[in-house]
């Protein structure tokens, strides 16, 4: 009888340990990463189709609430609120031939079987979170005027947290201050050339006679972004996106590292300006030296030291 009872009590503690794993599987694959109060950005492009004529980021910033998204596709645009019915993965809508006949030409389709099981978060009818590998992806679907293929996959890309990649802070009172009014962001990364443009404010090249200014520069001097809030005519810039890309020969074949530097007005009074800074970037991080308080910009993986040089 005793030999009984345990090992019915061996079974039942099989089956908790079995359901508790079951239940704890299915908390990750549900719980997610997906969280109210949580912002994305899209930051690494994983497919852009034929008809959609992009090829990079969108860096489209996501705020999750408790029962929407909203959508901002730069500082400068309005908010797009898309109601969501609840927050939960559910299985691919897809099978293989569905998804097939979501691409024009077979050459283009885009194997997302190959990642395993995939997990699915609808927003709109035409947008979509996927989980896949452990990462957030965002899909945008377009229709189109074809009788065999009503609607295309236009895009896909990574979604990053906002703030994974780092902040930095910046306090503009050029009138106030003997610092240097600028907001330099230094490249710690080998590298011979960077390209940069940004629309608001003024991007500076003090390396170039009479400061280079401009809203697209070239740096091979010097291992710096620096970003004026001041426009040509005086006016304090509420903020700028700065995108930017790091070559190693000195050419525009020899890309390395890309990103955006999305800047923000915090606060603004007696004659004091507080911006931040978010970079958005799959393989750099930005981070303030506590010692100087300059922020420079690096990748982890070949990141030497801060006593170290390249």
């Keep these: 009888m005793l030999k009984r009872t345990f090992a019915v009590l061996m079974a039942f503690l099989l089956m908790l340990m079995l359901f508790c794993g079951c239940a704890q599987t299915n908390l990750e694959e549900n719980s997610a990463i997906i969280k109210p109060g949580t912002t994305y950005i899209g930051a690494k492009a994983i497919f852009s189709g034929s008809l959609s004529g992009f090829y990079g980021p969108t860096y489209t910033r996501y705020e999750i609430t408790e029962d929407a998204v909203v959508c901002k596709y730069s500082v400068y645009s309005k908010e797009k609120v898309f109601p969501v019915e609840k927050w939960e993965w559910q299985e691919f809508p897809y099978s293989e031939e569905e998804w097939n006949e979501l691409f024009l030409v077979p050459e283009e389709i885009f194997d997302i079987f190959q990642y395993g099981k995939i997990m699915y978060q609808p927003i709109t009818e035409l947008s979509s979170f996927l989980l896949v590998d452990g990462e957030i992806w965002c899909m945008n679907i377009t229709p189109v005027n074809d009788e065999n293929h009503p609607f295309l996959v236009h895009s896909i890309e990574l979604l990053l947290p906002e703030d994974s990649s780092g902040k930095a802070l910046f306090e503009y009172a050029p009138a106030m201050s003997s610092k240097e009014p600028f907001f330099d962001f ?37 291992d710096f972004i620096r970003w ?12 700028a996106e700065i995108d930017f890309a790091v070559f190693q020969n000195g050419d525009n074949t020899s890309w390395v590292y890309d990103g955006k530097i999305i ?37 982890p993986d070949t990141w030497l030291g801060d006593d170290e040089e390249y």
């Design 186 to 222: 230094e490249i710690r990364t080998d590298f011979s050339r960077i390209s940069a443009s940004g629309g608001e404010g003024r991007l500076v090249d003090v390396d170039k006679p009479y400061f280079q200014l401009g809203h697209n520069i070239v740096i091979d001097d010097h």
């Design 228 to 239: 004026s809030p001041m426009d040509y005519d005086g006016i304090i810039s509420n903020g």
């Design 263 to 299: 800047i923000e007005q915090i606060k603004s009074e007696n004659g004091k300006t507080l911006y931040e800074a978010t970079l958005i970037s799959p393989d750099l991080i930005l981070k303030t030296d506590e010692n100087t308080g300059k922020a420079y910009i690096y990748d």
